[in-house]
């Protein structure tokens, strides 16, 4: 168990829909970390936040965006969704932000399949 | 630009085999870190080791081996012995500072291995 929580797990919606996926850092981590992983494809960076603040942007698309409140969590919300965007969604958490130190500690992945 | 390079896109090995994923990468940093992670079939991916680039000691942890070699700026993994457990794919990473001072990770495309009983 890292002890990076990732809500829902799986989800199932049609195309156009809107959903949020959610999750909980390890506890003392303050960077977030949110990556795509579409079938046989590698780790694809979506965005990173520290502490509240975004912190670098990778190939996140416009219909999607993210945030991390001030209790840690983030939350990244994928809107008018398209068949392409069915992947595995992980979010991962480092108590690093200003010094690279720490390893991400990965959630289990919220699997999203859009119909 | 940081950059980390897994050329070897699968690899199949019979049990018991040693097999060794190959890990290239860039960076101008002099102080980084280097990770390996195992994505199992069931998808969770697990951290396996840590390196920073001030150690370039080997590490031995059971059946896996790290080669750290920052003349060739590689860091390569050996499994020894192979088993059906090790299948999975592997990823490699990086670990450096953006312009602005704070963490940035940056993973390879990943090493597919089947390990054939």
């Known amino acids: 168990d890292s002890g990076v929580t990732q809500t829902p797990k799986h989800l199932i919606t049609a195309t156009g829909q809107r959903v949020t996926l959610r999750c909980s850092p390890r506890?003392?981590?303050?960077?977030v970390y949110w990556y795509q992983q579409s079938l046989d494809q590698g780790l694809q960076f979506l965005i990173q936040?520290?502490?509240?603040?975004?912190?670098a942007k990778g190939n996140i698309l416009e219909r999607f965006s993210a945030q991390q409140f001030p209790d840690l969590h983030s939350e990244l919300n994928l809107s008018s969704l398209e068949l392409g965007d069915s992947a595995l969604y992980f979010c991962?958490?480092?108590?690093?932000?200003?010094?690279?130190?720490?390893?991400?500690?990965f959630g289990e992945g919220s699997r999203l399949t859009v119909l | 630009a940081q950059k980390v390079t897994q050329a070897q896109t699968e690899i199949s090995v019979v049990e018991k085999e040693d097999v060794t994923l190959d890990c290239v990468y860039e960076?101008?940093?002099?102080?980084?870190?280097l990770f390996w992670y195992k994505q199992p079939p069931s998808g969770e991916l697990v951290f396996l080791i840590r390196r920073n680039s001030f150690d370039e000691q080997n590490e031995i942890s059971g059946r896996y081996s790290w080669n750290f070699q920052k003349s060739t700026s590689s860091f390569n993994f050996t499994i020894t012995a192979s088993q059906v457990v090790d299948s999975a794919v592997y990823f490699c990473a990086l670990s450096d500072d953006d312009s602005g001072g704070y963490q940035k990770v940056t993973f390879g495309t990943g090493t597919k291995l089947q390990v054939i009983p």
């Open positions: 960076t101008r940093d002099t102080t980084y870190y």
């Open positions: 991962a958490s480092s108590v690093a932000g200003g010094r690279t130190t720490g390893e991400l500690f």
């Open positions: 506890s003392g981590d303050l960077s």
């Open positions: 936040y520290y502490n509240g603040e975004e912190r």
